[in-house]
């Protein structure tokens, strides 16, 4: 049983560009999470998903990131226009039911 | 709502010695309690987590944590460090029932002097 997922590893976008960040969680898991990691800092919440539903985004910026688990495919995090405050370490989690969240790998996103 | 508190930004120690990491927590209900490791530029893999059944428990390479209700407490202790237990680790609550997004701690980073 593969782990969970993440692509790209790295991604490097200018400012204003746009950057998606995709999340396979694991195989029988329903349930996603998106958490960010700001440098020497623990990790915050962002958004919790099942599949095509969002079920909690209060850790979410209010403008600029959405994120989405449709019905087929992986979770997406996308954030637009982005800026230099957006690098970090974007971490998504998936579980089997409401209780332990197991991590991918992380993106590591540097805005130039 | 809930917190973590992890006293101690860096704990160094002698391999061999006692690894001993803090960890409170404040939450207004039952809690879910884990702490996860993580290596450099990797994800989060979990260590052990407490889910209400026997307040010690056990996790992976030789660790271990007890629950303690009236001290609000889990702290994560291993007898004997190892060179590969170096390594940054983070305490997390949530809430148990609901059980959505962890609350992490600010994360303590465990050096092992040879």
């Known amino acids: 049983n593969a782990g969970v997922m993440q692509n790209p590893r790295h991604l490097v976008r200018r400012r204003g560009q746009e950057a998606r960040l995709r999340c396979s969680p694991m195989?029988?898991?329903?349930?996603v999470y998106w958490y960010r990691q700001l440098p020497e800092e623990g990790l915050k919440f962002m958004v919790y998903?099942?599949?095509?539903?969002?079920?909690?985004e209060s850790g979410m910026p209010k403008e600029r990131f959405s994120a989405e688990f449709p019905k087929e495919g992986p979770s997406i995090l996308r954030i637009q226009q982005v800026v230099r405050g957006d690098s970090a370490a974007y971490f998504c989690a998936s579980s089997p039911r409401l209780e332990t969240q197991y991590f991918g790998p992380g993106t590591r996103l540097l805005v130039l | 709502a809930q917190s973590v508190t992890q006293l101690g930004s860096h704990v160094s120690v002698s391999e061999g010695a006692l690894v001993l990491l803090r960890c409170n927590y404040s939450?207004?209900?039952?809690?879910?309690l884990f702490w996860y490791v993580q290596y450099p530029n990797q994800g989060l893999q979990l260590l052990l987590k407490?889910?209400?059944?026997?307040?010690l428990v056990k996790g992976i390479n030789g660790f271990e944590a007890e629950f303690k209700k009236s001290e609000t407490s889990f702290h994560l202790t291993k007898p004997s460090a190892h060179m590969s237990d170096a390594a940054e680790y983070f305490c997390?609550?949530?809430?148990?029932?609901?059980?959505?997004?962890?609350?992490f701690g600010s994360g303590t980073q465990l050096t092992v002097l040879p």
């Open positions: 407490y889910t209400s059944a026997a307040t």
């Open positions: 997390a609550v949530t809430l148990r029932g609901s059980a959505r997004q962890l609350t």
């Open positions: 998903l099942q599949k095509e539903n969002i079920i909690d």
């Open positions: 195989k029988g898991h329903s349930h």
């Open positions: 939450s207004s209900v039952p809690p879910y």
